[in-house]
């Protein structure tokens, strides 16, 4: 079983940039893939990027594509997500967890039937906004 963290959450105006990290614990040997993931209150938790370790696969979502890098250091087990040009839309809570393979993390809400992820972390809060 893997363990996440996310940190690095925070204000920042229209236009700026922040970097989320995920401290991923627990068995990292083998394959998987980390999905990141956001929710704005009364929402569905929707993904919105992933990366597969250690084939470094990338998937985003449209509203993303363009604008947010997802990365991953090996030797110290974060992944990060590089956020650009962010946007009063982009606020929300965001979270990153663990799947084992990128197939499996969809850049959409949760569906019946879809692979259920159950090691979220407690997310971090990115506000944008003048």
């Known amino acids: 079983q893997l363990h996440v963290v996310e940190s690095g959450g925070g204000l920042v105006q229209p236009g700026g940039s922040l970097r989320l990290s995920c401290e991923i614990s627990?068995?990292?040997?083998?394959?998987?893939?980390v999905g990141w993931f956001r929710q704005v209150p009364g929402q569905e938790r929707t993904g919105i990027s992933a990366?597969?370790?250690?084939?470094?696969?990338?998937e985003y979502a449209d509203s993303v594509k363009g604008r947010f890098t997802v990365s991953r250091d090996s030797a110290k087990n974060v992944v990060y997500l590089q956020m650009n040009n962010l946007k009063p839309d982009d606020t929300a809570v965001y979270y990153c967890?663990?799947?084992?393979?990128?197939?499996?993390?969809?850049?959409?809400?949760?569906?019946?039937?879809?692979?259920?992820?159950?090691?979220w972390g407690k997310g971090t809060l990115v506000t944008v906004s003048s």
């Open positions: 990366i597969s370790s250690p084939t470094d696969m990338t």
């Open positions: 627990g068995s990292t040997r083998g394959y998987y893939a």
């Open positions: 967890a663990t799947a084992p393979s990128i197939s499996l993390i969809k850049m959409r809400p949760w569906r019946p039937g879809d692979y259920a992820i159950d090691n």
